[in-house]
């Protein structure tokens, strides 16, 4: 009898790439670079190298110039590598060059930018019909403008008027067809969106609560703990992308709490439009709990990323507790001053509360939902304000 040999996938590979400019220093680049890494990880890809030049804006045709491509591409080739992801979006014009340059008949590397691996992750992570429809949306409205890449080998017949070659019907016939699916898509999201405002006002007069806040910030988990629920969480981002909402009583106080799918730097303006709907739970919200990973070195630039959706969202003026999250794995800067005091390095709960951090414009509170620290002050910070 024969043996049958299960062989395990290769584990696809990808480089990233990103521009330096005046508005981008190294630092910011490398910051971005990291959270392209971390979403690449996220799609189950492993990164081999980062690419970076500096440029005063992206090169209109590669993004980024000639010897740096060649570069990449000498990488990419010598290395076996599946994709080129770069940080930032690609106009169609450069998604084409750059395709040309990097594929041949012996080598099909995948060329990315951060929308097109965002709105991939997405489309893996959608779990009900409502988050399907609209990453599909997404996805088409991302393509749309894109699909003369598809045909480039017949580019060659196009003509002038009356000379109009079977490669351009092609794409008129593909565009007319991507037209409708968006079309089609857009009135289910309109049924979809009416069901959910339907069950929003069947809610009764309970407060709400939402928690938002970066991706990957640990909401999905405090859902879990305050609500004894089973929100779907995991060490990746974007884990949540629908809405979860449970009915709560806190000291004889009912309420509402709804999970909300995590926000992130240079979020694709079509998953942003395709998910307002998803958003209309922070909209309609009473109170909001903003989490953050204080574990995460770059959580100032993450609260204020969530803080400016708030304000496009216009939802920035509503009763807002900040609460730092993950304080059991919080490493502070040595270099702080207030931190110069060698007590101070443990950072306790107490010593936390002496921070700058606490001094913010709003309620500050400090826990770890994983190791369940310092939950009592939040709870009573929900009860207090949802009882009146």
Not at 49 to 77: A, C, M, N, W, Y
């Given at each position: 009898?024969?043996?049958?040999?299960?062989?395990?996938?290769?584990?696809?590979?990808?480089?990233?790439v990103?521009?330096?400019?005046?508005?981008q220093?190294?630092?910011?680049?490398?910051?971005?670079?990291?959270?392209?890494?971390?979403?690449?990880?996220?799609?189950?890809?492993l990164?081999?190298?980062?690419?970076s030049?500096?440029?005063?804006?992206?090169?209109?045709?590669?993004f980024?110039?000639?010897?740096?491509?060649?570069?990449?591409?000498?990488f990419v080739?010598?290395?076996?590598?599946?994709?080129?992801?770069?940080?930032d979006?690609?106009?169609?014009?450069q998604l084409?060059?750059?395709?040309?340059?990097?594929?041949?008949?012996?080598?099909?590397?995948?060329i990315?930018?951060r929308?097109n691996?965002?709105?991939?992750?997405?489309?893996?992570?959608?779990?009900?019909?409502?988050?399907?429809?609209?990453?599909e949306?997404?996805?088409?409205?991302?393509?749309?403008?894109?699909?003369?890449?598809?045909?480039?080998?017949?580019?060659r017949?196009?003509?002038?008027?009356g000379?109009?070659?079977p490669?351009e019907?092609?794409?008129?016939?593909?565009?007319r067809?991507?037209r409708?699916?968006?079309?089609?898509?857009?009135?289910?999201?309109?049924?979809?969106?009416?069901?959910?405002?339907?069950?929003?006002?069947?809610?009764?007069?309970?407060?709400?609560?939402?928690?938002?806040?970066?991706?990957?910030?640990?909401?999905?988990t405090?859902?879990?703990?305050?609500?004894?629920?089973?929100?779907?969480?995991?060490?990746?981002?974007?884990?949540?992308?629908d809405t979860?909402v449970?009915?709560?009583?806190?000291?004889?106080?009912?309420?509402?709490?709804?999970?909300?799918v995590?926000?992130?730097?240079?979020?694709?303006?079509?998953?942003?439009?395709?998910f307002?709907?998803?958003?209309?739970?922070?909209?309609?919200?009473?109170?909001?709990?903003?989490?953050v990973?204080?574990?995460?070195?770059?959580?100032?630039?993450?609260?204020?990323?969530?803080?400016?959706?708030?304000?496009?969202?216009?939802?920035?003026?509503?009763?807002t507790?900040?609460?730092?999250n993950?304080?059991?794995?919080y490493?502070?800067?040595?270099?702080?001053?207030?931190?110069?005091?060698?007590?101070?390095?443990?950072?306790?709960?107490?010593?936390?509360?002496?921070?700058?951090?606490?001094?913010?414009?709003?309620?500050?509170?400090?826990?770890?939902?994983?190791?369940?620290?310092?939950?009592?002050?939040?709870r009573?910070?929900?009860?207090?304000h949802?009882s009146?």
């Amino acid at each position: 009898m024969a043996k049958l040999i299960v062989t395990a996938k290769r584990q696809e590979t990808c480089v990233l790439v990103g521009i330096i400019t005046q508005q981008q220093s190294r630092a910011l680049l490398e910051e971005y670079l990291d959270e392209l890494a971390f979403l690449a990880e996220t799609a189950h890809a492993l990164t081999l190298k980062r690419f970076s030049q500096s440029l005063p804006h992206p090169d209109s045709r590669t993004f980024v110039g000639s010897g740096k491509i060649e570069e990449i591409k000498t990488f990419v080739f010598e290395n076996d590598v599946d994709m080129v992801i770069f940080d930032d979006e690609l106009a169609p014009s450069q998604l084409r060059n750059l395709e040309q340059i990097f594929n041949n008949e012996d080598k099909k590397v995948k060329i990315l930018d951060r929308n097109n691996l965002i709105l991939d992750i997405f489309a893996n992570r959608a779990r009900t019909a409502h988050a399907k429809v609209q990453v599909e949306l997404a996805q088409y409205q991302y393509l749309l403008p894109r699909l003369t890449k598809m045909w480039s080998h017949l580019e060659r017949q196009k003509g002038g008027i009356g000379m109009r070659g079977p490669g351009e019907q092609e794409i008129e016939t593909d565009r007319r067809i991507v037209r409708d699916r968006i079309a089609f898509l857009k009135k289910e999201l309109e049924v979809i969106d009416r069901q959910k405002r339907t069950q929003r006002g069947n809610r009764g007069g309970l407060k709400r609560v939402a928690l938002v806040g970066y991706t990957n910030v640990g909401k999905s988990t405090l859902m879990n703990v305050l609500s004894k629920s089973d929100v779907f969480a995991e060490n990746k981002l974007f884990a949540t992308l629908d809405t979860t909402v449970r009915k709560m009583v806190l000291d004889n106080q009912p309420f509402l709490l709804s999970d909300t799918v995590g926000f992130i730097r240079k979020l694709p303006h079509d998953l942003i439009e395709s998910f307002k709907s998803t958003l209309d739970e922070v909209r309609e919200s009473d109170l909001l709990i903003h989490v953050v990973d204080l574990s995460h070195p770059q959580f100032e630039d993450h609260i204020k990323v969530v803080n400016d959706t708030l304000k496009d969202i216009e939802s920035g003026h509503k009763k807002t507790l900040l609460l730092f999250n993950k304080i059991d794995a919080y490493h502070p800067d040595p270099e702080e001053e207030i931190l110069a005091d060698e007590h101070l390095r443990k950072h306790t709960l107490a010593t936390l509360k002496r921070t700058w951090m606490n001094h913010a414009q709003t309620d500050v509170i400090f826990i770890s939902a994983q190791k369940k620290q310092n939950l009592e002050e939040l709870r009573a910070w929900i009860v207090r304000h949802v009882s009146y």
